[in-house]
């Protein structure tokens, strides 16, 4: 039998997995990862944030403490009389370290003449 064009029918069935559920399931894939996607990117800038804000309560702390040892150790007198502080700073410095070897001196001889 030979071949006659005019009895080509159109039997294209349409599927309904390829017109209808393919597009669907790509869609939701596709909203599924972005929302991933943006919940990991998220997480890791908090990582990150805690790691900073921690590494920055430190040297907040630090600075704080070093400002607070700079105005204990600040002068509270003016710059003229401050010669008359620094005076007093070395005699009491000097009575203080005469007064350890005396203590240390009658220590060491209270414990040689006690053996």
Same mark, same amino acid.
């Given at each position: ?11 294209? $069935? ?23 996607? $943006?919940?990991? $990117?998220? &997480? ?7 790691? $900073?804000?921690?590494? &920055? ?59």
């Amino acid at each position: 039998k030979s071949f006659n064009g005019s009895e080509i029918q159109d039997l294209t $069935v349409t599927c309904f997995f390829r017109t209808w559920m393919l597009p669907l399931l790509l869609f939701l894939y596709l909203i599924v990862s972005s929302v991933l996607l $943006v919940n990991l $990117v998220t &997480s890791f800038f908090t990582i990150t944030f805690d790691q $900073v804000r921690d590494s &920055s309560l430190v040297h907040y702390r630090y600075k704080l403490y070093k400002r607070l040892v700079e105005f204990e150790v600040k002068l509270r007198v003016p710059p003229p009389l401050s010669i008359f502080y620094y005076i007093y700073l070395c005699t009491l410095h000097q009575l203080i370290k005469c007064f350890r070897t005396v203590c240390c001196i009658k220590n060491v001889a209270a414990d040689s003449r006690g053996k």
